[in-house]
């Protein structure tokens, strides 16, 4: 029965197909034959004299052969009417051009002259079968696009840029049967597009006068048809629709509309990563594919937010095999099934397990052999590890001596780490704990055949526990928004634009490098939470209000890329900056490690923290009831072990 329905169905859609074809033909057959007897219907105004009606008719089945002969190599029944565009009318002229030419070389060869034959003919009758064959064509586009003047409306929108991207926005809402938006007009930078016309839409203004158009034309949306536009202007723009009190859409970026992945009618809101952070980095991509392109690549922590992003770009790189690593089933099955949609060619393997258990994972370096190792797997929640530091030090720091460890015993050809700027100067055992498995990883590469490179960077938007999704539920819950400090400040980049960093830092690293991007300015956390209740369609400390609540264990107001220390210097890379390597004792350092990790989860919290504290100085260590000072005059004699190369 199935099969019988689908052989009906296909049936109909062919017959529908040959039918169109059909009229389409039958169209131009009569186009062709009006046009050749209108020529010298015009050419004698429209009383045509008795022996050119007889030349008329004798020439007239020679003519329409040969024409129909060009119809058919043209193809012209190929075009939907409805989709008529500037190539298919081009296409059409061609053939009208043709088809009038042949008939006058004709005539000239039958007659051995223009002797007794108006040579105004082919002119006029080019004019008239073009305007035949393209009109008919073109009616049924310009009927269905008139019910956007006299059918249902939209709400009614104001287009911002009359470039190539707001005048296909305005025909795809022309186009629509069942319109969201009526676009009103255009505004633009601009001002010699001033009252140009776009589809019949006047550009009012200048984007300044967004406020004053706004009120003028009576506008419940603005769209920001700027697909390319930096964040200083999306920030400038969406200002201005605040100050006019109406909502805002953008179109897609100019990849996912490059790319065929939406369409530039596909709008969305304008998000928190359109206003915030700084302008995105060029990647180089070639570099990157040389890396990845055939080999095998292991991915810790794949399940997270940086590890599954990680996947997805490293599976875009046609990898031979693509081996994602994770302690979370929850997180390594709904990465399965991401990944079993769009991973290409490349093979790929899901491993739930420990990154602690060397054993298991030297079993798993010797199967696969991969050649790089991205390592993302961390206990990274600052407050979480603050009050939990014994399984922080023991996944965080332990976790990764396992991994590297391993991966310069089987001679990994690159291992890169993903860190953190709670790295620098920590005030918390998460950013000490990645410190220290830092100075790790560029020490080992002294000696080892594996290259270890570090990639540092500041908060990730919308990544797991960060303080986006928190105030997104916040806002959804009615407020209030919490913020710990009116003046606590961060460095904010996307995932994507993480994962991007560490790829680059993977082709570009050599060995013992910390790779840090450069971020642009920091973004105060009171502006975010501004930012996001407006995108949420609400007024801050009005309708939402935004509470400071103190900073929490181990926070500080202000995070740092690098140590004074470190002394930045470029690399080849114009938004990528590395930091000086740092060198330590290695038996001091690894006996201190040793020490550290004794009883791990027996010794108090605040004897983990002073432990930390000995390893690592710069660490601001602060008990609950002590100040710092008091450690350090415990443990001075340990100060000077750690130097900067």
Known sequence: MGRNFRKKVTLQFKKGIFLNKLFSLIADLFALALSWFGAYWLRFSFEIPP?????????????????????????????????????????????????????????????????????????????????????????????????????????????????????????????????????????????????????????????????????????????????????????????????????????????????????????????????????????????????????????????????????????????????????????????????????????LTYLLGDIRNKDWIIKVLSEFKPSLIFHAAAYKHVPMVEHNPAPGIDNNINGTISLADAAHDMQVKKFIMVSTDKAVNPTNVMGATKRIAEIYCQNLNRMSGTAFITTRFGNVLNSSGSVIPLFRKQIADGGPVTVTHPDIERYFMTIPEACQLVLQAASMGKGGEIFVLDMGEPVKIRVLAQQLIKLS??????????????????????????????????????????????????????????????????????????????????YRYQKQDRRRIDVEETVSDNRGKVSIE
């Open 51 to 347: 022996h050119y009606v007889d030349q008329a008719i004798n020439l007239f089945p020679w003519i329409f052969g040969i024409e129909t002969f060009l119809l058919l190599l043209f193809r012209l029944d190929r075009i939907m009417p409805r989709f008529t565009s500037l190539s298919d009318a081009t296409r059409i002229g061609f053939y009208c051009f043709g088809a009038s030419s042949s008939s006058a070389i004709f005539v000239f060869i039958f007659n051995h002259s223009f002797q007794g034959f108006p040579r105004s003919i082919p002119v006029l009758q080019f004019l008239l079968l073009f305007t035949f064959t393209a009109g008919w064509r073109i009616l049924p586009r310009i009927l269905h696009e008139q019910h956007y003047y006299f059918g249902k409306r939209g709400k009614r929108a104001l287009i911002v840029g009359a470039g190539q991207a707001g005048e296909m926005l305005a025909r795809d809402m022309l186009r629509q049967s069942e319109p969201q938006f009526h676009p009103v007009g255009f505004v633009d930078d601009d001002r010699h597009k001033k009252g140009r016309l776009l589809h019949g839409l006047s550009v009012l203004g200048l984007t300044r006068q967004l406020p004053e158009i706004v009120k003028k034309y009576r506008i419940e949306t603005v769209i920001l048809a700027i697909p390319s536009a930096d964040r200083k202007i999306i920030r400038r723009l969406t200002g201005l629709c605040e100050q006019a009190g109406v909502k805002f859409h953008t179109l897609p970026s100019t990849s996912d509309l490059i790319s065929g992945r939406v369409r530039v009618s596909d709008l969305r809101e304008v998000t928190i990563e359109d206003l915030l952070g700084r302008e995105p980095v060029k990647i180089d991509q070639e570099a990157i594919a040389q890396d990845i392109e055939g080999q095998t690549i292991l991915v810790t922590g794949a399940g997270g937010s940086i590890g599954s992003e990680l996947c997805r770009q490293i599976a875009g790189h046609n990898p031979r095999r693509l081996l994602m690593l994770d302690a979370s089933e929850y997180n390594l099955y709904a990465l399965s099934s991401e990944m079993e949609k769009g991973s290409g060619k490349c093979g």
């Open 537 to 618: 369609g609400y007024e801050p400390g009005t309708d939402i209000p935004i509470e400071y609540i103190g900073l929490r264990p181990g926070e500080k107001l202000y995070e740092e890329l690098f140590h004074p220390s470190e002394k930045l210097k470029a690399t080849g890379h114009p938004k990528i900056l590395l930091a000086r390597s740092c060198e330590v004792e290695w038996i001091w350092f690894k006996a201190k490690l040793k020490a550290l990790d004794k009883n791990l989860y027996s010794v108090a919290p605040d004897e983990l923290k002073k432990n930390l504290w000995t390893i690592i100085p710069e």
